[in-house]
């Protein structure tokens, strides 16, 4: 609706005996705009129209500028370009509500819809100030200067109260000692370490779950002890523990990254920390209401200090990219390393990198570690993993069947079986291995006993049934004595031992003992 048709509007409703406060309502209007409209009469409402036609707007002279983003790129958001004008040029200085109304204006008159895909997260209370960093991975695909694309990854930091934000930008998947470099970067930008770090289950960081506990890789358990800092580490996609940081990335995705053109990473990171400075803390936050660099000016105070800083020395060959064999191998200098079964119809290819000339991993195209292995100076042979051999066809019930056979009450150990299901359903496959694991290497009246023990102590889960073995062939050396004779008396004889028993031993005349013990020799 134009100005003179909201003008028509409220000379008719007014008419009809609506309040003013009505008739601001029901056309979407501020009740001083209302008063500005009733203010003029006809004539000077049609003279205040031709001069709003004929006024220049504060964006006019960058309009080509603006268009030419729009229709090369139509998704592109008022906010990406309040920041392309920033950057274009320093000291435009206009509120982002008159770019995004100008944009809508634009949009209209020249028909560039523009596509949204909105996406919502559960609204939770912020954290007290210094006590939260949320940490995740992305990667964008980007134009090169010289043509072509680039796959870009990179790594972002967020504090949960103040919304101050840090990234660090790699044209190559990121590795373990990647991670940590961004991390003493990362504090070294906020001044200092919150309490609490929070992650997805990254392959960088987590390297197992080991039936349902958590195993950091060796290098970032080294650096959390060096550092003393606290880790939680949550479920990938998961907006209710780390939304704040998926909205980050998504940020730098579509504000900073898209449709900018790549040139080289130096200049890339450059770039990148001056839109930090410029858009990512600098822009009221849609929540806070908030400018980022603001309120960080308080949390850094709630901050650990930065000790022991870290130089990370890195030693890697950039990716190098080979082809899976049938066998689900890849050869690397006359060596044969080894994939997980069915990487050979999943993936075309792979990218190899080289850590410290002693390490050598094995990645997606998606940065995904698909196996590590300790590099061979030798050649022609084969390094496997044991775990690449392993049989992952055999079906769960029929895995249970298997373990249930090996103690001599089977009803009872279907039973604890059961339960140890129920406690951990994800993990069935792992528990069971576990409890084989602990069954093969020892005797069966030992897990037998342990199986009752773990009845009687409400424990199910393939670690306790170990640790239970463990324990009691602990306490055999010390009721050794008196445990085990009785056990044997009270024990039935089987039908060999009775047998035994029955047999009579050959006797002898005491006449032919003397004779020996008198010398004489027969």
């Not at 982002?96 to 559960?122: F, G």
């Not at 209710?240 to 890339?268: D, M, P, Q, T």
């Not at 001599?408 to 291995?433: C, G, M, T, W």
Request: charged share 30%.
């Amino acid at each position: 609706m134009d100005k003179w048709q909201v003008y028509m509007e409220i000379k008719q409703l007014l008419k009809q005996g609506f309040s003013k406060s009505k008739v601001a309502a029901k056309l979407g209007i501020s009740r001083p705009t209302l008063y500005r409209y009733l203010n003029r009469n006809p004539q000077e409402m049609a003279e205040w129209m031709v001069t709003i036609q004929s006024r220049e707007k504060k964006l006019d002279k960058y309009k080509e500028f603006i268009l030419s983003w729009l229709r090369k790129y139509p998704d592109m958001t008022a906010a990406q370009v309040q920041d392309w004008l920033l950057e274009k040029y320093p000291s435009f200085v206009v509120g982002e509500s008159t770019v995004r109304s100008y944009v809508s204006e634009l949009r209209k008159e020249y028909n560039i819809p523009k596509a949204t895909s909105p996406r919502s997260y559960e609204a939770l209370p912020d954290p007290p100030l210094g006590e939260q960093v949320q940490v995740d991975f992305g990667q964008t695909k980007n134009k090169k200067s010289s043509g072509g694309t680039v796959k870009l990854y990179f790594i972002a930091f967020v504090l949960s109260h103040s919304r101050y934000k840090y990234k660090y930008w790699l044209d190559r998947p990121f590795t373990t000692k990647d991670v940590i470099e961004a991390h003493e970067r990362a504090f070294q930008w906020f001044h200092g370490i919150p309490n609490e770090l929070v992650y997805d289950q990254d392959h960088l960081i987590v390297v197992s779950e080991n039936s349902g506990d958590l195993i950091l890789t060796e290098e970032f358990q080294k650096y959390k002890e060096a550092k003393k800092l606290n880790l939680f580490v949550c479920r990938k996609a998961d907006p209710e523990s780390k939304g704040k940081i998926e909205n980050v990335v998504g940020f730098i995705k579509y504000n900073f990254a898209k449709h900018r053109i790549f040139h080289n990473l130096e200049s890339w990171n450059e770039q990148a920390l001056e839109w930090l400075n410029r858009t990512g803390n600098a822009k009221v936050h849609n929540t806070t209401k908030k400018r980022p660099i603001e309120v960080f000016a308080l949390e850094k105070q709630h901050l650990q200090p930065v000790t022991n800083i870290i130089d990370v020395q890195k030693n890697t060959i950039n990716s190098i990219s080979r082809s899976i064999r049938k066998d689900n191998t890849i050869r690397y200098l006359s060596n044969r390393y080894s994939l997980p079964l069915g990487s050979f119809n999943q993936y075309q290819e792979v990218y190899l990198s080289v850590i410290d000339n002693e390490e050598l991993m094995i990645c997606r195209s998606d940065g995904e570690i698909l196996a590590e292995h300790q590099l061979s100076l030798e050649k022609g042979k084969l390094i496997q993993n044991p775990k690449h051999r392993r049989d992952r066809t055999k079906g769960i019930e029929a895995f249970i069947d298997t373990v249930a056979t090996y103690f001599d009450h089977k009803e009872r150990a279907y039973e604890f079986i059961s339960k140890v299901r129920e406690k951990n359903p994800r993990y069935i496959r792992d528990q069971l291995q576990l409890i084989v694991n602990s069954i093969k290497t020892n005797h069966p009246m030992t897990i037998n006993r342990a199986l009752e023990e773990c009845f009687k102590r409400n424990l199910y889960s393939g670690t306790d049934f170990s640790d239970i073995i463990g324990y009691i062939k602990r306490q055999r050396p010390l009721q050794a004595t008196q445990t085990d004779n009785a056990e044997q008396i009270k024990q039935p004889t089987t039908m060999t031992s009775s047998w035994v028993m029955d047999t009579q031993a050959s006797k002898r005349e005491m006449d032919e003992y003397y004779s020996i013990l008198e010398g004489d020799s027969q």
